[in-house]
Structures are given as structure tokens and as C-alpha cells.
């Protein structure tokens, strides 16, 4: 049982950067791709960002790339998130999440079986 904790969360301006961090309790952490995903109200959770377990290969989905920026430390099994140029559309609920690595084209679409509780981020114009 992999447990995950986000934080890092908070009320930040248009154009502000925020970082959010997830701290894993599974010493086998390493060998899980990692990804952040986030909710908004009315919404269905999407994923943002993936990470391969040695932290080599990423995938971020369109609306976020360049402006966010996925990291692991496997040494300190931490994953996080630096997002930068926040607008108010990035306001949501964020959550890390772990799943087995397959290795295949659409690895990051894996079942993700471990989920953080979520981190808020509101972002004001």
C-alpha cells in the first residue's frame, strides 16, 4: 500500500507560481510512474503531468506545457509540480498519484491505483 501526501497548495494571483509537492510512504516508490492530476468543480479529474519511475521520461498534457514542470526525488520519494504563470482556470483540486510502470508509448495512462487526498489551488485574477 503505497500512502501519498500532497502539499503545497494555496491562494495565489494570476501569474504566480506555486509548487506542490507529494511525499510517498512506500519504500518502492522508485519503481512507480508518478502523475498529477487535478479537479474543478463541476469537472471530471484530468491527468497534467506524468513522470517515468528513474524520472527520464515525462508527458504533460497540452494546457499546461511550458508553464508546468514535473520532478521526482527518488532518494526522498517525493514528486513534485512547479507551475508557474498560473491563471484563474488552473483553480482545482490537485492530487499525485502513483501507478505500475509499463513502459509502453501511452505509459502514463496507466491505472493509477494510489491517490493522494488532494491539495486546493486557487488562483485569483
Known amino acids: 500500500q503505497v500512502q501519498l501526501v500532497e502539499s503545497g497548495g494555496g491562494l495565489v494571483q494570476a501569474g504566480d507560481s506555486l509548487r506542490l509537492s507529494c511525499a510517498a510512504s512506500?519504500?518502492?516508490?522508485?519503481?512507480?510512474?508518478m502523475g498529477w492530476f487535478r479537479q474543478a468543480p463541476g469537472k471530471e479529474r484530468a491527468l497534467l503531468a506524468a513522470?517515468?519511475?528513474?524520472?527520464?521520461?515525462?508527458y504533460y498534457v497540452d494546457s499546461v506545457k511550458g508553464r508546468f514542470t514535473i520532478s521526482r526525488d527518488n532518494a526522498k520519494k517525493t514528486v513534485s509540480l512547479q507551475m508557474n504563470s498560473l491563471k484563474p482556470e488552473d483553480t482545482a483540486v490537485y492530487y499525485c498519484?502513483?501507478?505500475?510502470?509499463?513502459?509502453?508509448?501511452?505509459?502514463?495512462?496507466?491505472?493509477?491505483?494510489?491517490w493522494g487526498q488532494g491539495t486546493q489551488v486557487t488562483v485569483s485574477s
Open positions: 498519484a502513483a501507478t505500475d510502470y509499463t513502459g509502453g508509448r501511452t505509459w502514463y495512462l496507466g491505472e493509477y491505483a494510489y
Open positions: 512506500e519504500r518502492t516508490f522508485a519503481g512507480f510512474a
Open positions: 513522470i517515468s519511475p528513474a524520472g527520464g521520461t515525462t
